[in-house]
């Protein structure tokens, strides 16, 4: 049974950094591609960044582009997104997805909020 786990969300005023951690398990993590994506209340999920599975291919999002970093861990099967100079429009539900072709696998979500 695959299990995606993220954690590291929370409260951070503007111009602060959080950094978020995802934990997967029940699959052959170094064979799968990771996205972080997020949702903020009443819009669509988007993709905020994306590492390839052996991590030697990051692909971000413009408008974190420069701000926020991807990574992974395979040996610890985790996937990271710190995130810098936080704004309030990054304020959103942060999910871990797995994938490989077309089968893939969603984490709960972890909520980032940016307020003052």
């Not at 398990?25 to 799968?32: A, D, M, P, R």
């Not at 040996?75 to 797995?98: G, I, R």
């Amino acid at each position: 049974q695959v299990q995606i786990v993220e954690s590291g969300g929370g409260l951070v005023q503007p111009g602060g950094s959080l950094r978020l951690s995802c934990v997967v398990s029940g699959l052959i993590f170094n064979k799968y591609a990771m996205r972080w994506y997020r949702q903020a209340p009443g819009k669509e999920r988007e993709m905020v960044a994306e590492i390839t599975s052996v991590g030697d291919g990051k692909t971000y999002d413009g408008s974190v582009k420069g701000r926020f970093t991807i990574s992974r861990d395979n040996a610890k099967n985790s996937v990271f997104l710190q995130m810098t100079s936080l704004k309030p429009e990054d304020t959103a539900v942060y999910f871990c997805y797995a994938y490989i072709g077309l089968d893939g696998y969603w984490g709960q979500g972890t909520q980032v909020t940016v307020s003052s």
